[in-house]
């Protein structure tokens, strides 16, 4: 069965950064691209980038293109986002999910931004 | 960017009817489109990609059709378990874009 479980939810003070991951079980991360998806509800869903955890090749956003970084370690079949220099439009619901039409997505983790 | 206009952001419907929730994009997908259903509280489930292919495990009720910039959800004989938002994302040209949503509710 496939699945995407995400970290758990994060709190950071303006400025800082935060590393979230996406844990993939069921198949292999090798064989999908993984997708990232910002939600916040007066604002709706945004699509942030895309890597291909095969060779590292990554997708961006034009307006996140300085605000995430996407990794992916094979080894542990995990992908990852950063989001550096938060300030509080960064508080949204932060999703992972496979391949382009989203056939499976992870739970979501919320991150606050707040001093 | 291309624009997904969904309609109507909310509807309400009685058990059993039929309804349908529409998305028009900006310029021609070419068929580059999904539905989603989520429910409060739960990530996002895919019920249709290419604009009309079931999911696997989705219930047959649902149905999508459409093609060039004009496209629809369908869901025959409403249930209970239907109530939640739905939205439409079109992925034939990044960025990947959504619908801004509807709120599907029992009379």
């Known amino acids: 069965e496939v699945q995407l479980q995400q970290s758990g939810p994060e709190l950071r003070r303006p400025g800082s950064s935060v590393k979230l991951s996406c844990k993939a079980s069921?198949?292999?991360?090798?064989?999908?691209?993984m997708h990232w998806v910002k939600h916040r509800p007066e604002h709706g869903l945004e699509w942030i980038g895309w890597?291909?955890?095969?060779?590292?090749?990554?997708k961006y956003a034009q307006k996140f293109q300085s605000k995430a970084t996407l990794t992916a370690d094979t080894s542990s079949n995990t992908a990852y986002m950063q989001l550096s220099s938060l300030t509080s439009e960064d508080t949204a619901t932060y999703f992972c999910a496979r391949t382009v039409y989203f056939d499976y997505w992870g739970q979501g983790v919320m991150v606050t931004v707040s001093s | 960017d291309i624009q997904m206009t969904q309609s109507p952001a909310s509807l309400s419907a009685s058990l059993g009817e039929t309804v349908t929730i529409e998305c028009r994009a900006s310029?021609?997908?070419?068929?580059?489109l999904a539905w989603y259903q989520q429910k409060p509280g739960k990530s996002p489930q895919l019920l249709i990609y290419n604009a009309n292919s079931l999911h696997t495990g989705v219930p047959s009720r649902f149905s999508g059709s459409g093609s060039g910039t004009q496209y629809s959800l369908k869901i025959n004989s409403l249930q209970s378990e239907d109530v939640a938002s739905y939205f439409c994302q079109q992925y034939y040209n990044y960025p990947l874009t959504f619908g801004s949503g509807t709120k599907l509710e029992i009379k």
């Open positions: 890597i291909d955890p095969e060779d590292g090749e990554t």
């Open positions: 310029e021609d997908i070419y068929n580059g």
């Open positions: 069921g198949y292999s991360i090798t064989d999908y691209l």
